[in-house]
């Protein structure tokens, strides 16, 4: 039997799926609902995932500027872990940004594209 697919977040903006994830009650739920990954069609070529946070100097959480990097998939579940426990900052996400094709690697090579 075949079986078809489907991509219910296919060509969302950013800011749709801040607000897809903004629905769910983290208490309830047990979702982190300000950090989550994303999955595109690069993560099929190289293995890695968009992380995507608010930026910790927002007075507002929920309308904070979103920071974004890649990140391999070890490293990312660390990464979020960290950020959502509030015992990290911003700083892999910032040093991804300065070079496009960075990614944060917390294993193996450092920071490489």
Request: hydrophobic residues 40%; negative net charge.
């Amino acid at each position: 039997m075949q079986q078809y697919l489907s991509y219910p977040f296919l060509n969302w903006a950013l800011d749709d799926l801040v607000k897809f994830v903004w629905q769910f009650d983290r208490a309830k739920s047990g979702i982190v609902n300000t950090e989550f990954v994303v999955m595109d069609e690069q993560t099929l070529e190289d293995k890695t995932v968009v992380l995507v946070t608010p930026s910790e100097f927002h007075d507002n959480i929920q309308t904070a500027p979103r920071l974004t990097a890649r990140s391999d998939f070890r490293s990312s579940l660390i990464t979020l872990n960290v950020k959502s426990l509030g015992v990290g900052g911003d700083e892999p996400w910032e040093e991804a940004a300065e070079d496009k094709g960075r990614v944060i690697r917390l294993y193996g090579e450092q920071c490489s594209g």
